[in-house]
């Protein structure tokens, strides 16, 4: 908390807080000087989802979530994993790094290797496949397919507003790159 802002010394430090990830409103919980380096909320609960935001003076903003005994979110869902099948053996390491990476983050990885000279209808009849048969917990496609495809893929939140029928879901691969789209 005491250090320079763009070269600036801090004159004033005001910490607010909510009680959930999606509340739009803050509310003041503490106002210390600039020079002050820790501050305690001393008014918690065990079990509660805190998130606090810093400002310093009266543009600069930082942000931390924290909680005593949260419970740990165990499972993220389900995700399909796209891989163009020319890097099956050459990237194998790489590959079983991601996966492993994504399931330390609480996902159930579904690899599923397709080839570069598959048309985007026979790609999007394998991500629908895994969709169709577990569509509540299919939450995401993660993909290293090389073409650039629209993919219609059911139902799609993005406003966490639920799930509506749409039509398209648009799919922009770059090659080599992976790029997360949401399907639900």
Not at 37 to 57: A, F, I, L, R
Not at 147 to 171: P, Q, Y
């Amino acid at each position: 908390m005491g250090e320079a802002v763009t070269g600036r010394t801090q004159s004033s430090v005001t910490i607010s807080r909510k009680t959930s990830p999606t509340a739009t409103s803050w509310t003041q919980v503490g106002t210390v000087s600039g020079s002050t380096t820790s501050w305690t909320d001393t008014n918690v609960t065990s079990g509660q989802y805190y998130e606090y935001q810093v400002k310093v003076n009266t543009n600069a903003y930082g942000y931390i979530s924290a909680g005593i005994n949260l419970p740990l979110e165990s499972y993220k869902g389900k995700m399909v994993l796209v891989i163009d099948n020319t890097f099956q053996t050459s990237l194998a390491s790489q590959i079983n790094t991601l996966i492993n990476d994504l399931t330390a983050d609480r996902w159930v990885v579904i690899p599923k290797y397709v080839s570069r000279t598959d048309t985007p209808t026979a790609v999007r009849n394998v991500i629908k496949a895994e969709y169709d048969a577990d569509p509540t917990n299919v939450k995401a496609v993660l993909s290293s397919w090389t073409h650039s495809c629209a993919f219609k893929v059911g139902n799609f939140n993005s406003d966490g507003h639920g799930g509506r029928a749409i039509s398209t879901v648009i799919l922009m691969v770059v090659q080599y790159h992976l790029i997360h789209i949401m399907v639900r």
